[in-house]
T-cell receptor, first 115, second 116 residues
Framework: AQSVAQPEDQVNVAEGNPLTVKCTYS??????LFWYVQYPNRGLQFLLK??????LVKGSYGFEAEFNKSQTSFHLKKPSALVSDSALYFC?????????????FGAGTRLFVKA | GAVVSQHPSRVICKSGTSVKIECRSL??????MFWYRQFPKQSLMLMAT?????????EQGVEKDKFLINHASLTLSTLTVTSAHPEDSSFYIC????????????FGSGTRLTVV
């Protein structure tokens, strides 16, 4: 069955330090993978997606994610965190199954960046 | 940059009535729009993909007759919740892109639906 897991409900990081928000998935077939961010009082925003090609995907606001097929992971990373990165992050996987395409979202990871 | 306007931002309706939510791309043409539902405790669900000039593609488990989607123009998609029930109360969000693989997705600000 198709699934996506964000194993951490919350991630705390100091400003200037690298950050990682983890995402693992389970699908049959080739996945499309996405990261979204929801800032407080600002709505949902798209960060990046992996469809095919280069495993390292660069997105908005300096974020990047690496598609790792062997580990079925798509972790979100940023070399140097900003306080303004504090938000709720969602990973999503889209894949074709017997009934058609389905997109599953992770439960979300809340990122806190401390000054 | 690309802007998506969603209207209304909040709506309260009585059980059994229908509610229409509009999603407009203001400064670009959106061949594809998406409708999501965000449940309490933050979980998101993609409901359907709205394709301009053709039928919407619904995700597995989403009732087509319950959630009617119309994408009549390149700048407007509507979601109608028919015969609403309290369990339909939720936060509905739309997004749009220009249909190119490399494009990102721009989200509307969402609609809080409360069915009483």
């Amino acid at each position: 069955a198709q699934s996506v897991a964000q194993p951490e409900d919350q991630v705390n990081v100091a400003e200037g330090n690298p950050l990682t928000v983890k995402c693992t998935y389970s699908v049959s077939g080739n996945p499309y993978l996405f990261w979204y961010v929801q800032y407080p009082n600002r709505g949902l925003q798209f960060l990046l997606k992996y469809i095919t090609g280069d495993n390292l995907v660069k997105g908005s606001y300096g974020f990047e994610a690496e598609f790792n097929k062997s580990q079925t992971s798509f972790h979100l990373k940023k070399p140097s965190a900003l306080v303004s990165d504090s938000a709720l992050y969602f990973c999503a996987v889209r894949a074709r199954n017997t009934g058609g395409f389905k997109t599953i979202f992770g439960a979300g990871t809340r990122l806190f960046v401390k000054a | 940059g690309a802007v998506v306007s969603q209207h209304p931002s909040r709506v309260i309706c009585k059980s059994g009535t229908s509610v229409k939510i509009e999603c407009r791309s203001l400064d670009f043409q959106a061949t594809t729009m998406f409708w999501y539902r965000q449940f309490p405790k933050q979980s998101l669900m993609l409901m359907a993909t709205s394709n301009e000039g053709s039928k919407a593609t619904y995700e597995q488990g989403v009732e087509k007759d319950k959630f009617l989607i119309n994408h009549a123009s390149l700048t407007l998609s509507t979601l109608t919740v028919t015969s609403a029930h309290p369990e339909d109360s939720s936060f509905y969000i739309c997004s749009a892109n220009q249909g190119l693989v490399q494009d990102g997705y721009t989200f509307g600000s969402g609609t809080r639906l409360t069915v009483v």
